[in-house]
């Protein structure tokens, strides 16, 4: 009993081992002008999938894009669940935390003014469920910068 207990501890302790080894998968803007495409796993959304389970609807931007951007910015900043780790002047992506398992989620936003909305896109690094928590994510970033009403309904 005691050798099985012993065999479960360290295959416990592999499994969340090459979890903690992940590394960041390529993000960032592509060549097409788009944020990375989402894999086939359903634990990512994206206002650029175009398939609908990944697919989430862009910020949509009011008259005031670089304030909607500065809004943004600031929510991430301030939220304790969101570490920034790129800032550009027109792209940002953020690493967010999990609650209960303090898993890495990658989230990312592409301001487009010239498209009136700001593209966003968060995806789980491990694991192929997420049991909705990347759209949950967006959605009450979405309802915080319409609460601050610096973005449109973005539906």
Not at 4 to 26: D, K, S, Y
Not at 126 to 147: P, S
Request: aromatic share 6%; glycine share 6%.
């Amino acid at each position: 009993m005691q050798i099985l207990l012993i065999r479960v501890c360290v295959l416990g302790m592999l499994l969340l081992a090459g979890c903690a080894a992940t590394t960041v998968p390529e993000l960032g803007v592509t060549d097409n002008g788009k944020l990375a495409p989402c894999p086939d796993s359903p634990n990512c959304v994206s206002s650029d999938a175009t398939d609908s389970s990944h697919r989430i609807e862009a910020l949509m931007l009011g008259s005031d894009p670089k304030a909607a951007w500065r809004a943004l910015l600031a929510y991430l900043e301030h939220d304790s669940g969101y570490l920034i780790k790129v800032q550009e002047a027109d792209y940002v992506r953020a690493e967010a935390r999990t609650r209960f398992l303090r898993f890495v989620d990658d989230v990312e936003f592409h301001l487009r003014p010239e498209e009136g909305r700001i593209a966003m896109r968060s995806a789980s690094r491990v694991g192929r469920w997420d049991f909705g928590t990347n759209r949950r994510r967006l959605e009450a970033l979405r309802q915080a910068l319409k609460d601050a009403r610096v973005i449109d309904n973005g539906s």
